[in-house]
């Protein structure tokens, strides 16, 4: 990224100067210097395209693991205000809606299992469902994919996919509201019909970790996290369904524009008013996408401990925390001092509320929200807490993983999958995959140092970080 367009209002905060004469609004950038700089200029360019649109509230924001998308940049936040006319737009959540991670913490230290991580990483392989095309055991009818779209994680609990327990530890309690299957086309829902309980390919994963670094531990207290404990996360999202809803009202939201007189400044950015019907139709079908989402993640958490149960009979897997981060969501927060509610647009960004608010476990109010950032593969994770400063800062928002540094165009000219298996293999860290290809897409290096985006986000306010997560075996597609 070309810093001199840049105005540095502090080591971690940036802001692009308004010509005069250009309509939009205010637009900042959270991160280090060597962070930003490492970002393409296609980052700078949507997110300003993104202060241009109707009915933006405060500013439109990336954080530190920015890097370009369609329409938003991943890592993009923006808020916008229904009763002012206010949009929705489905590039500002993405293909992959409700992609997120979440955290399990299990009762058992490393040295307890290193004798058996090779068997555990083929046990999870061979139960795991994960790379293109790949299907889940649940082959489901309409009727009872509406059932999740409408569900969530709650109809996977009352299934024997999960415990109850587990729901006290999702975002929204595991059911997203306003869901609507009737704005889900039949294709979407064909494509979902089977893919249930699967990972997906891309950077998703099913990793095996170490809890290697405490940073803070009296949240670290609170989150049930120790040295040396085994924590297991899962990243997935909507998997076909989300991205058939993402490509379908794309056109419709464009077509409203037109319809009504939004000029767009990038045709990514389709988008109409949140109360228009098209605007309320694609905040339906998305809805339903969360909870599909939701109810993959449980179903896999379910195959998860099935694994882990055999392997080590006395094992427990309990929840930390499930955060999406592909999400459009209506939330209050305070501008100016009064409280308005709120659509936040967070794309590749993580809800990350401070100590005290309501939507957090009673259990972890004192220290604030469990954030996960995911690493790439190979190269660790960590989970934050958020702090009371990020709601003014960034509407409760932070970082949701280490970024990419460059494309999977670019990788596979730099790597082969068997010589990057081989290497992390030499430093202890297992990876079972059906692709090779999909292994030098994702090479660790292919992605922003996850340590500079964790710091960075703590010292921009965000959130704090709590526990540094270190990979032992790696499930992908």
Known sequence: MDMGRLQKLNDYCWTVPVPPGERRGPVLLYGSEPLLVSMDDKVLEQITNVAKLPGLVGAAMTMPDAHWGYGFPIGGVAAFDAD?????????????????????????????????????????????????????????????????????????????????????????????????????????????????????????????????????????????????????????????????????????LAKAAGRLGITLPDRELACAPINSPEGQQYIGAMNAAIN?????????????????????????????????????????????????????????????????????????????????????MGTGSYILAGVAEGEERAFSSASHGAGRAMSRHQALKQWRGREIIDELAARGILIRTRSMRGVAEEAPGAYKDVDLVAEATEKAGLARRVAFLRPKVCIKG
């Open 84 to 252: 002012q006319g206010g949009i929705i737009s489905a590039g500002g959540v993405g293909f992959d809606i409700s992609c997120g991670v979440r955290a399990l913490r299990s009762n058992l230290l490393l040295h307890e299992a290193t004798g058996k991580l090779e068997a555990l990483a083929d046990a999870l392989y061979h139960r795991i469902p994960a790379g293109v095309g790949e299907e889940g055991e649940l082959k489901l009818s309409t009727t009872e994919l509406d059932a999740i779209l409408l569900g969530g994680a709650a109809w996977a609990v009352r299934h024997g996919y999960g415990i109850p327990e587990d729901l006290e530890y999702i975002e929204e309690r595991g059911r997203m509201d306003g869901a609507h299957p009737e704005y889900v086309s039949d294709l979407a829902k064909r494509r979902q019909r089977g893919e249930m309980g699967t990972l997906g390919s891309g950077n998703h994963y099913l990793e095996v970790q170490v809890v290697d670094r405490i940073h803070d531990a009296e949240a670290a207290a609170a989150y049930g996290l120790q040295e040396g404990q085994l924590v297991v996360s899962i990243h997935c999202g909507s998997r076909g369904l989300g991205h058939q809803i993402g490509t379908e009202y794309l056109v419709s």
């Open 292 to 376: 599909v989402a939701l109810a993959n993640r449980e179903i896999l958490t379910q195959l998860t401990r099935e694994v882990f149960a055999r392997i080590f009979p006395d094992s427990r897997l309990e929840l930390v925390y499930d955060v999406s981060h592909n999400t459009a969501k209506a939330e209050r927060h305070k501008v100016d001092g009064i409280e308005r509610l709120l659509w936040i647009h967070r794309k590749g960004a993580t809800r990350a509320f401070g100590p005290g608010h309501p939507a957090i476990p009673e259990r972890y109010r004192a220290v604030g929200q469990p954030v996960i950032i995911g690493g790439s």
